[in-house]
């Protein structure tokens, strides 16, 4: 019976060890939020007096907000989300807003090394104001090494098809993280591994209960 009450130890420590380790490897960490205004001066585009008033515009009503993770899991898909949003989101214009919207494209491309974007690395959409711009690309890698990535931001005006060739560069963003990882296996094989380990446990904790149980009788 000792022997028994001894195992049952070892499994039930066991088991809460696994599922301690299980809820920590689902935790999302600490979370980049960084603003970016748009530059003041750039000439390429102070050339394009198609979009002058409206370059303008958004320079004074518009900022960019870019989110990730700082220490996203190794074999997780690492979400990297740009935004464009209102300084001030109690003012209105509303007149204005639909005319930045027939007239402005943005291109926004995510510059990384040996990882799959998804839906691609090149995302090309309208304004849509007042909602809010919301671009999202989800990065999974097999590289553990990998620690950085760019986002590169470009407009154009939305003037036909020839415009989708004439993309002026407005701004490049640093995306700066590192990969979690527990003896370089991916957080897959780890769920896989605390899990069995878990059923295993809570097998043994029952079985030494059953003859503990009938040594008692």
Not at 89 to 115: C, H, P, Y
């Amino acid at each position: 019976m000792k022997r028994y009450k001894e195992i049952q130890k070892i499994a039930i420590i066991v088991f809460l060890l696994a599922i301690g380790m299980l809820i920590w490897i689902n935790q999302d960490g600490m979370i980049v939020d960084e603003t970016y205004f748009f530059p003041e001066k750039n000439s390429e585009l102070e050339s394009n007096l198609d979009l002058i008033d409206e370059i303008n515009q958004l320079k004074k009503h518009y900022q960019l907000r870019l989110r990730y993770l700082q220490q996203p899991w190794y074999g997780e898909n690492m979400i990297v989300q740009l935004m464009l949003e209102k300084k001030d989101t109690s003012s209105t214009f509303g007149d204005q807003e639909e005319v930045l919207n027939n007239r402005i494209l943005f291109k926004a491309r995510m510059e990384i090394e040996s990882a799959l974007v998804t839906p691609g690395e090149t995302i090309i959409l309208p304004l849509n104001l007042p909602n809010k711009m919301d671009i999202r690309w989800a990065i999974k890698s097999e590289n553990r090494q990998l620690s950085n990535a760019r986002v590169w931001l470009s407009i154009t005006s939305a003037n036909g098809d020839a415009a989708l060739s004439s993309f002026v560069p407005l701004m490049v963003m640093p995306v700066n993280f590192h990969f979690r990882t527990i003896l370089g296996l991916s957080t897959q094989v780890w769920q896989w591994i605390l899990t069995g380990c878990g059923i295993v446990c809570a097998g043994t904790i029952f079985y030494c209960q059953i003859r503990k149980n009938k040594e008692r009788e």
